[in-house]
């Protein structure tokens, strides 16, 4: 595709609402409140805020700096950097199609509660029939792949763009009044006191590296998502106010999220880990008053949140498509949509339906393997060879020029951007990822 038919965003705040739409999903509102609350509440917090500002932040802008600089997907944009590097973009693309598999069957989750809700039929100890139940399981994933499959068939301005306007401030408001709910509740107090009072006895090695799983999943780094909207940036776009204004939007949903998770369940020690949502929430909305409609509205808001991230999840497929193999966007949609829904079928059937699927190596199920595989090991190793090709392979001077010229006042902190870069945030990534593969742990 030449650049004159390259599609574009309309204005500097349609990027940042798109991308705060990749950012902002499950992660925020599903996985940041359990983790939190396995890491220790308040210490986890502070630590994790460490790890977007000092790993997180500076990432996203080597990400979104190599997209707009190249004007190309993931592939592309390596190839061009960086001959000889493609396949960090090939990785990329390939742990953005498994992450959106699976992603899209937990997201299906959301829409089958909002659809319960509203029926009034949610059960808190309905949670275990549910994921058995093959055919809800299927069901809602197509019916979230078809959902993602629109957005994205109707392209960059007038299918992202347009849902992400209308989608974040909704979400924004949603989120606030489910607070405003939550915090006059008796609960409140002691939830309040466990998300914010930090322990310090508490933080311990898997502190840090949980932290900055979190982040590179949180802020959608290190798969191309990024770098695939910022090469629909244009050139006077001031790329250091987008990653600034992205990683704060995102960091503010997930600390609202705290807000309106723990005064809900109260103390941090409820049964928790990825059932947290689906099984206590869905508990406590049971007893309070008004119980019905908070539950209805906080449902539709995890299934908005998710779709403008699994949006970001398919552009990046279709974009290589689009730009490599010159497909039409529709084409690579349909086969896209297709291959997400194939690959998240066994994910689909592993919580209970099929067995052999449910527990294939110590206990764990084939979305486990798959999150462990590609939300956490892919991505940080991802994000430590963007780290490595923009410093050693491209130049970091390439990068500061196609920031400086845009963002001129950035000069003071450029030095402190390659210092992150080159050191702080490949040292800190090299040292969950080696954590990972000898403990065999998945961060989620
Ligand atoms: N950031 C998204 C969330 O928090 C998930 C995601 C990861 C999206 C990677 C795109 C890429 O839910």
């Not at 403008?308 to 398919?314: A, G, I, N, Q, R």
């Amino acid at each position: 595709m030449s650049e004159t038919q390259r599609p574009h965003w309309g204005s500097k705040m349609g990027f940042i609402l798109a991308a705060a739409g990749s950012a902002i999903g499950l992660g925020n509102i599903w996985r940041f409140p359990y983790i939190t609350q396995q890491n220790g509440g308040g210490i986890f917090v502070i630590v994790y805020l460490l790890a977007v500002l000092f790993i997180g932040l500076p990432v996203m802008l080597g990400e979104i700096t190599i997209g707009r600089h190249t004007q190309r997907n993931p592939v592309g944009a390596y190839g061009r950097i960086a001959p000889g590097w493609r396949f960090v973009g090939a990785l990329g693309i390939i742990s953005g199609l498994g992450i959106l598999s699976y992603y899209s069957v937990v997201a299906g989750w959301t829409i089958g509660y909002a659809v319960k809700s509203i029926g009034g039929s949610l059960d808190p100890n309905g949670f275990g029939a549910f994921l058995g139940d093959w055919r809800q399981q299927i069901g809602y994933l197509a019916a979230f792949s078809l959902l993602t499959s629109f957005v994205v068939a109707s392209g960059v301005q007038a299918g992202i763009e347009r849902m992400a306007r209308v989608l974040m401030p909704l979400l924004f408001l949603l989120m606030l009044g489910l607070i405003i709910r939550g915090l006059t509740l008796p609960t409140a107090g002691a939830g309040l006191k466990f998300y914010l009072m930090p322990d310090v006895d508490k933080l311990t090695t898997k502190t840090f590296l949980f932290a900055v799983g979190q982040a590179f999943f949180s802020l959608s780094l290190g798969m191309g998502a990024m770098l695939t909207y910022g090469a629909y940036l244009k050139k006077e776009d001031n790329l250091v106010t987008c990653a600034v204004a992205v990683v704060a939007l995102d960091t503010l949903i997930a600390l609202m999220a705290g807000f309106l998770i723990f005064p809900v369940i109260g103390h941090g020690l409820h049964k928790g880990g990825p059932s947290l949502v689906f099984v206590t929430m869905i508990a406590q909305f049971s007893h309070m008053t008004g119980g019905t409609v908070t539950a209805i509205l906080f449902f539709v808001l995890l299934a908005l949140a998710a779709l403008t991230s699994t949006v970001s999840l398919m552009e990046v497929f279709i974009s290589y498509l689009i730009d490599e193999w010159h497909m039409r966007r529709l084409s690579a949609v349909v086969l896209t949509g297709t291959l997400s829904f194939a690959l998240g079928v066994p994910s689909a059937l592993s919580l209970g339906a099929v067995p052999s699927l449910t527990h294939i190596i110590h206990g764990k199920g084939f979305l486990d393997i798959f999150d462990f595989a590609f939300g956490n090991l892919a991505l940080t190793l991802g994000g430590l060879l963007m780290c490595i090709v923009l410093i050693y392979r491209w130049g970091f001077r390439h990068a500061a020029d196609e920031v400086l010229g845009s963002s001129p006042k950035f000069r003071p902190f450029a030095q402190t951007w390659k210092i992150l870069l080159q050191y702080v945030a490949p040292v800190a990534i090299a040292g969950l990822l080696i954590y990972c593969l000898v403990t065999g742990t998945g961060l989620s």
